[in-house]
C-alpha cells in the first residue's frame, strides 16, 4: 500500500488535530480538512479561514473539502483556494448526515445522477488552471444498484482520485461495507478505498483480497489508534505515554484557541469517543469526564482512566 490519507470528520480532524499528530506519529501523505460550505454569499465562515490558512498547515499536504450541489459555489471557493496556494481540492459525495442529504449535498446528491453529471461538467469546465478535483463518495443514497450508473459518470471527468467508501447513505456507518462495489471500481483516475480500516491486519486483508488497492485513507480507525499510519507504515504502536502526550497537547492546544472548559471539553469528548476503544473498562472513566464541571475534573477523570486502565490498540 502506497499511499495513506486522512479522512476528513467534522469536530476532529481540524488543523490542531493535523498539526499535533503529524508532529507526533509522522504525517498522512495527505490530509482532507472537514467541509468548507461555499454559498451564495461567497464568503468562508471565520472557523473555515482557519482550516485553510496556509500558516495553519505548514509542512503538511491538506486538501480542503468542499459540500456544496452548485458548480457556481464550487468555482468560487476553488478560485479563493488557489489563490491561498492550493492545487487540489476535493468533492464531497459521501457525507451520509441526514441533514445534509436532504439538501442534495453529500451522499444526497448520489440520488440525482443528472444532477450531479451537470456539476460535474460545469465544475470542470470552470476551474483555474492547473487545479485538480478529487471526488470522495459513497456508492449511491438508497441502494447498491446505483453504483455503476454513478461510477460512468465518474469516468467521464479527470478527477485526480476517486475515494470511494463502499456504503450506502443510509446505512450511514452500520453493517458491513459492499467490498463487490470496490472490486468493481475502475477508471482513468487513481481509486483510494475508505471504510473499516481499523488495524493493520484489516489493512492486509483488504489488500489480499484486492490486490489492486494502492492507497487507504483512515477515519474512525485513524480516531482510535492515532499510531495507526506508523503501524501501516511498519512502526510500533502507540505507547500509553505517547496517548497521553496525544492527548495532553491537543487538549492544550484547544485551550488556547478555544474560549471556556466547555468548548475545550466537548472538542476532548468527540475524541473520546473513538480513543476509549483502546481500555478495557473505560465507561465508568467516560461517565466521569461527560459530569465533569470544568477542565480540572475532566483532568482527574482522565488521570483515573490512564493510571488504572491498561491502553492497547
Not at 30 to 57: G, M, V
Not at 154 to 177: A, C, D, M, T
Not at 210 to 219: D, E, H, I, R, S
Amino acid at each position: 500500500m502506497n499511499k495513506l490519507y486522512a479522512a476528513p470528520m467534522e469536530g476532529l480532524t481540524g488543523y490542531l488535530w493535523r498539526q499535533v499528530h503529524a508532529a507526533l506519529f509522522g504525517p498522512a501523505d495527505k490530509y482532507f480538512t472537514p467541509f468548507l460550505s461555499p454559498n451564495a454569499t461567497r464568503t468562508f465562515q471565520r472557523k473555515e479561514l482557519d482550516e485553510i490558512d496556509p500558516a495553519h498547515n505548514a509542512g503538511l499536504y491538506v486538501v480542503p473539502q468542499l459540500l456544496t450541489n452548485r458548480a457556481e459555489h464550487f468555482l468560487w471557493a476553488a478560485g479563493e483556494l488557489y489563490a491561498r496556494g492550493y492545487r487540489e481540492i476535493n468533492f464531497n459525495l459521501g457525507c451520509p448526515a441526514g441533514t445534509v442529504a436532504a439538501k442534495r449535498k453529500g451522499s444526497g446528491l448520489l440520488a440525482y445522477p443528472q444532477e450531479l453529471d451537470h456539476c460535474l461538467e460545469e465544475i470542470f469546465a470552470g476551474l483555474p488552471r492547473g487545479m485538480s478535483v478529487s471526488v470522495k463518495t459513497r456508492i449511491g443514497k438508497n441502494d447498491p444498484a446505483e453504483w455503476p450508473g454513478l461510477l460512468a459518470i465518474y469516468r467521464k471527468y479527470p478527477l485526480s482520485e476517486l475515494i470511494v467508501h463502499p456504503r450506502i447513505q443510509k446505512e450511514f456507518y452500520k453493517g458491513v461495507p459492499h467490498r463487490d462495489a470496490w472490486a468493481a471500481v475502475s477508471g482513468p483516475w487513481p481509486a483510494v478505498y475508505n471504510g473499516d480500516i481499523f488495524t493493520p491486519e484489516d489493512a492486509a486483508a483488504l489488500c489480499r483480497d484486492f490486490p489492486g488497492t494502492n492507497a487507504v485513507m483512515l477515519g474512525r480507525g485513524l480516531m482510535r489508534d492515532p499510531a495507526l499510519l506508523r503501524r501501516l507504515r511498519g512502526g510500533p504502536a502507540a505507547s500509553a505515554q505517547e496517548l497521553r502526550t496525544y492527548h495532553d497537547r491537543l487538549l492544550e492546544a484547544y485551550r488556547q484557541r478555544l474560549s471556556g472548559d466547555q468548548p475545550v471539553m466537548h472538542r476532548m469528548w468527540e475524541l473520546w469517543a473513538y480513543l476509549s476503544a483502546g481500555f478495557a473498562r473505560p465507561e465508568p472513566y467516560l461517565k466521569r469526564m461527560r459530569k465533569a464541571k470544568g477542565l480540572t475534573e475532566y483532568q482527574a477523570a482522565v488521570d483515573a482512566l490512564c493510571r488504572e486502565q491498561r491502553y492497547t490498540t
